[in-house]
């Protein structure tokens, strides 16, 4: 299983992206699950989910401005507005192997948030 992160990029604060992650390979085995994030110097955060039941659920830092989505190609999806400078991340995906629970994660793409 390969997982691709793009759509990141450069944007004025109050901007708009669209992340995507394709997955890729034996798709079946897995589901995708969320969307992670990674400052310099912070640690790895949760930034969006989808949880056992299929719901959904955000950091409080983005709660309102960003929507996670996912489609049956098992891409998943992270559209972000309102976007503030403290938003500027490394954005990875996060894929859960169904059998094992084991994760599966996607090589990142750069979102910075000009002020």
């Known amino acids: 299983v390969q997982l691709q992160a793009s759509g990141g990029g450069l944007v004025q604060a109050g901007g708009s992206l669209r992340l995507s992650c394709e997955a890729s390979?034996?798709?079946?085995?897995?589901?995708?699950m969320g969307w992670y994030r990674q400052a310099p110097g912070n640690q790895r955060e949760l930034v969006a989910t989808?949880?056992?039941?299929?719901?959904t659920e955000y950091a409080d830092t983005v709660k309102g401005r960003f929507t996670i989505s996912r489609d049956t190609a098992k891409n998943l999806y992270l559209q972000m507005n309102s976007l503030k400078p403290e938003d500027t991340a490394v954005y990875y995906c996060?894929?859960?192997?169904?059998?094992?629970?084991?994760?599966?994660w996607g090589r990142g793409t750069q979102v910075t948030v000009s002020s």
């Open positions: 989808f949880t056992s039941l299929g719901s």
């Open positions: 996060k894929a859960v192997r169904i059998a094992t629970g084991n994760d599966y």
């Open positions: 390979g034996r798709i079946a085995i897995i589901i995708p």
